[in-house]
């Protein structure tokens, strides 16, 4: 019989019930184990009762439905990452940590668990969610020395 590492036989299964657990320090079910849950239940049905149609087709809606706000948050991370890295090189005006305004230029971008925090003039970090402003950076056209002196 198959078992999922996340998912442990319990020790007394209520009546009707698959007889598995999540294991202790796990707090949600993903795809995979919903897949387990669902392969385990049908392997277990009565044969005289079956899972109804209508039970399985709004199983698998539930799978469908997980698998696409998987796959929504995904695309929503990757995202903010495209928006902060943009950034770079742009003036802004955030509310920093102590809730003061701050601005500067964005000199450089992290990522600390998937967001995005902005570095401002390579000393002050913010969360790109506390951005109130962005501006192109004027552009600071470079005179040679040489151009400099022969006015």
Request: charged share 40%; proline share 6%.
């Given at each position: 019989m198959y078992t999922d590492p996340m998912i442990s036989p319990a020790a007394s299964a209520p009546a009707g019930g698959t007889g598995y657990t999540l294991s202790p320090g796990t707090q949600e079910l993903g795809e995979d184990d919903f897949l387990s849950l669902l392969i385990t239940e049908l392997m277990n049905q009565d044969p005289m009762d079956p899972?109804?149609?209508?039970?399985f087709i709004a199983q698998?809606?539930?799978l469908n439905t997980l698998s696409q706000t998987i796959e929504l948050n995904e695309n929503l991370v990757t995202l903010q990452m495209l928006e902060a890295t943009s950034l770079v090189g742009k003036e802004i005006e955030a509310i920093g940590p102590n809730g003061d305004h701050v601005e500067g230029t964005v000199t450089g971008?992290?990522?600390i668990d998937s967001e995005p925090w902005l570095v401002i003039d390579e000393e002050l970090v913010v969360d790109l969610d506390y951005v109130v402003r962005i501006e192109e950076a004027p552009v600071?056209?470079?005179?040679?020395?040489d151009e400099a002196g022969e006015e």
């Open positions: 899972l109804a149609d209508r039970d698998v809606a539930q971008v992290w990522f600071e056209e470079d005179v040679p020395d």
